[in-house]
């Protein structure tokens, strides 16, 4: 779901600045988040995502810059005053109040509601978080995925413009954690609320987010919608970042690129991001190319080489190819089709490539 | 019993005896002794209710063990109530390498015996104390003030003081154990720091509460020492008269009954706080 961009904003960063002392935990971050947005913090830890999603949040002040919510100037307002809601790491959920308490909290400060409408909220929100019947537990009686949900319950029963979650899935096993992301989707859908996700994993931000900002070391190094990211990172940290991608020492005269064990190439032929004179780095994703088993013929580029290691996955194997003329293997991922054998290691090999498949970095970054 | 528990209570044997032989073995003494009767010197050993009689209806036990109980209640009161700032302060605000120092400078009392300290209240609080030398030496008063000390007013100062680390370290406990993201779920759902507090810190510190409520009365309504050095005649309390039985008149058993009266008040206003503070910290 793609919002086309002239839309409003909802959220509006400018020129956001965080200070601890001397650390600059945020770096000048221009952000903006629309309506209806399923939107995703990206970044290894340390890199200043959860401080921006606290700053959202009101927990954090800033030291430069504003933020904006809905076209109010939210800046210096604090978080029980702002329309948002958070879902904490941690869920914190009240451990000396019921489910029914906890999703109830937020409540009390509605002076519109009776106690029977309160109450008609409350189980609406547990039930649309699939915690029907649970309202007289104790939160201490409850597992990881339940905690998880009565911490949605509670911050979705207040209808917030935005809801803040801060790595919410993290504590849970991978099976759970599956299905609470496939469930985050239908629930962002139904109640049509914007979402922000704060996560380092690289997978659940694809495919949850409509749109990601990656960010490294207090800086958003690219913003775009899952696909663009994957396809077309726009520097060597966010390549490394998103997936795996093998890294090769190219070097760039006139409008010619040779790529070490690929070979000699037209720059209009390449995905390139960064046009550049000199040596530089290319780079390619494990499932673009593959391995030519014997009798297999391509209309692909062939590169020769030698099969260097061999993990098997079940459904898939990766293998490290040392390519004629780089000392540094490349790893390719092949779909382990029905009768086709696992090749071994040493076996020579020919690999199945496209120019269109490669992408030129800036050297270093 | 399995070899286990077997193994367990050969391990807790020594202390579970000297346990037993020092304080069940005396209770029971006591509470023997509080059936008994006084003969002039001789003691009556049949079992009779007289001495809970005299203790119960007799107007100065009653006004003793009353004043016992809003002495101590009052330090309770004021020492919980001066401890929790205290305690907030150094779990919330201090940072946290500093701790274990305010910590240890809490508990900096504790270095200079029970006893030094009340005579040091003495020293301050005496006619010519230190409180009267400053306040006739700047000119603001002529006479010395001669109700600071020898009074219950000076018994809840000075217990007040000697207990306070008592009441601080268990609210300091439980204000550490509060996951601070609690706070900031309460601040994101729409609470001010303020509601946040009485919705969310005080409930989760209230064991630490009701320990420090606890900690406090239940010894300082048998202290003796304090009413004793500091009290004068107003301020004497239950134990100096369970003392002054067993001593001076020479009736153990009643004052043996006298002791079993308040313990049983002691017991039943323990209870009833416990109670009490669970009620009340159940939901809000």
Redesign the interface.
Known sequence: MSLAPETEPLIRLRGIQKYYGEYHALRGIDLDIRPGEFFSLLGPSGCGKTTLLRTI???EGVSEGTVTLGGQDMTRV???KRP???V???Y?I?????VA?NVG??L??RSDLNAAARQTMVEDALDMVGLDGYGSRGANALSGGQRQRVALA??LV?RPKVLLLDEPLSALDKKMREQMQVELIRLQRQVGITFILVTHDQEEALVMSDRIAVMFEGEIAQLAEAEALYRRPIDRRVAEFIGTMNFLPASVSGDRVTVAGLGDMALSELQSTATTKGDTVAGFRPETATLLFEGQTTSDRVAEGTVSEVVYFGDMTYYDVTLEGCEQPVRISMRNVFGRPVLEIGTRARLAWSPGAVTLFRPGG | MNQDSKRGLTLIAPPLAYALALLAGPMLAIVLFSFWTQDYLTINRTLSLKNYAEALSDPFYRAIMGRSLVVSGSVTVITVLLAFPVAYYVSFRVRPDRKSLWLFLITIPFWTSYLLRIFLWKVMLGYNGVVNSALTGLGLRDEPLTWLLYNANSVVLTLSHAFAPFAILPIFVALEKIDRSLLEASRDLGENAFTTFFRVTLPLAAPGVVAALLIVFIPTVGDYVTPAQVGGPNGMMIANVIQAQFRDLNNAPLGAALSVVAMLIVTVIALGTVWLARRLSRGT
């Open positions: 949040a009101g927990f604090p978080p029980n948002t809601n958070m904490f790491q941690s914190a009240f451990p000396h109040l019921s308490q909290f937020g009390r400060k509670r911050a207040l």
